[in-house]
């Protein structure tokens, strides 16, 4: 069950990121996109390091999957502080650019502690408070 929701939360995130990042000037619909993207990664990834804290997990596909959120998240803070805005909302999407900065971040500190139970309780609340979890 929580396999699939993962999975889900996965293909979620991937349509996201690809409808997100078109490359073009960042408008408010793109913004929007990106910002339930992040939330989408955060709290996907809120979950895996809950089943980390909880030793629910192997370490290998803990270090994995947060390895791919990290990707997903750097990729979206790199667009979002270089991708052209439209002037009324430039602060906002650079705010939204540091943003995924610090959740890759966070991302990171579970890929490096992928079977350290105290990490993944600290990493999963801080990835709860960076999206919009349950």
């Known amino acids: 069950m929580r396999s699939r929701l993962l999975r889900l939360l996965r293909i979620c995130v991937v ?27 955060a709290c996907e990834g809120a979950l895996l390091a809950g089943d980390v804290a909880r030793g629910r997990t192997t370490t290998y596909f803990a270090r994995e999957q947060a390895e791919e959120l990290r990707i997903e998240s750097s990729n979206l803070a790199d667009a979002l502080s270089r991708r052209k805005a439209l002037p009324s909302i430039e602060r906002r999407v650079r705010e ?39």
């Open 96 to 134: 939204k650019a540091k943003h995924a900065a610090v959740l890759a971040a966070t991302l990171q500190r579970l890929h490096d502690h992928p079977s350290d139970r105290a990490v993944g309780a600290v990493v999963a609340s801080a990835l709860k408070k960076l999206g919009s979890c349950a």
């Open 15 to 41: 349509a996201f990121v690809v409808a997100g990042c078109n490359g073009g000037t960042v408008d408010r619909h793109a913004l929007t996109n990106d910002a339930v993207t992040l939330d989408s990664i």
